[in-house]
């Protein structure tokens, strides 16, 4: 080296390249620093706290408002937020109507509320529950219950209503007759007796014993045949001289009819009709058949003799039909 003379090596900062990272397959990524300038247009807006603060007080006292306000609104209800089951009957017809529908739907509970203060009817809710239940036997299973109030009548003891209570079930029905009676109090009105109609006595020459009713039982009849379709049921309501359509035959003709006309639902309706001599009952039946697009009624004379049913006639354009 050269006395007295200086070198000066001048070296130019170099430009740091952007790191980058290898998978396990060798494939290799750039990577962007934080600050750098590219990412730097993408980077979340400064912070305005002053904002920030504003609307965060906001929200704190909607969430105030709302928690105060919430309850007041619950607790507030009004009549349109009510069950209107549970609201009192207006008329006498509402009243009447309310006791025998909840009383026959095994609604007990709404069936008290429809009665007054220390009322104690002759036929409480429990007494029309208990109606219900021997149909529901009887019948195997109710599905439906309708009830119809007549006009009212003004009396002594209040507004009496005459009501009929209908239990349908599998295609038939069996119907009671009741007797309510109502009180007005302020514009209201609840139900303080109800009763039902002394039944009348059996026709002379009917069955000997009063306590089989032949309409029923040739109701029972047509209806384990035609409804619930149980012919062994049918068999056991059959006087040992039993003549006309076997439970078998009739059953074989709405299966006839089901496969032309699509399935089959029954429906039976029993009417009263001149009796042949003193000793049988005899009834004017229809059974209607309701298919996928076809609806008929053919028409049935049913005699009941004591406690059994002697006789079925009639149905020629079903029975004819299957033959």
């Not at 009004?78 to 095994?106: F, H, I, K, M, V």
């Not at 009709?273 to 004379?301: K, R």
Request: charged letters at 25%; a negative charge.
């Amino acid at each position: 080296m050269r006395k007295g003379l200086i070198r000066r090596t001048i070296r130019r900062a170099r430009t740091s390249r952007p790191a980058t990272v290898a998978d396990t397959a060798g494939k290799r990524y750039r990577v962007i620093p934080a600050d750098d300038p590219e990412t730097a247009a993408y980077a979340d807006p400064p912070r305005k706290w002053p904002r920030v603060t504003t609307l965060a007080a906001t929200w704190a006292l909607i969430l105030a408002l709302g928690t105060w306000i919430a309850p007041v609104f619950a607790a507030s209800g009004n009549e349109e937020n009510q069950d209107p089951r549970d609201q009192a009957a207006t008329d006498a017809e509402g009243a009447a109507w309310s006791y025998l529908r909840y009383g026959s739907n095994e609604d007990l509970d709404r069936a008290e509320d429809a009665l007054c203060d220390g009322a104690s009817p002759e036929i409480p809710p429990s007494g029309l529950d208990a109606i219900r239940q021997s149909y529901a036997d009887d019948l195997g299973g109710i599905t439906r219950v309708d009830v119809e109030i007549g006009d009212p009548v003004p009396t002594g003891d209040g507004i009496a209503l005459a009501g009929t209570v209908s239990y349908i079930s599998e295609g038939t029905q069996r119907h009671e007759e009741f007797v309510v009676t109502v009180q007005e109090h302020d514009g209201t009105y609840c139900v303080s007796d109800a009763n039902q109609p002394a039944a009348e006595s059996p026709n002379p020459g009917g069955p000997s014993d009063p306590g089989i009713d032949p309409e029923t039982l040739a109701a029972e009849f047509l209806t384990y045949i035609v409804g619930t379709r149980n012919l062994d049921d049918a068999g056991e309501l059959q006087c040992s001289t039993y003549t006309g359509i076997t439970p078998q035959e009739l059953d074989g003709a709405i299966e006839a009819w089901s496969a032309e006309k699509g399935t089959a639902t029954g429906f039976v309706s029993v009417d009263p009709a001149e009796s042949p001599d003193s000793s049988t009952s005899t009834f004017a039946a229809e059974v209607t058949l309701d298919g996928d697009l076809n609806l008929e009624t053919f028409d049935f004379e049913i005699a009941v003799e004591g406690d059994c049913v002697a006789s079925l006639e009639g149905g020629d354009a079903l029975m004819n039909a299957a033959d």
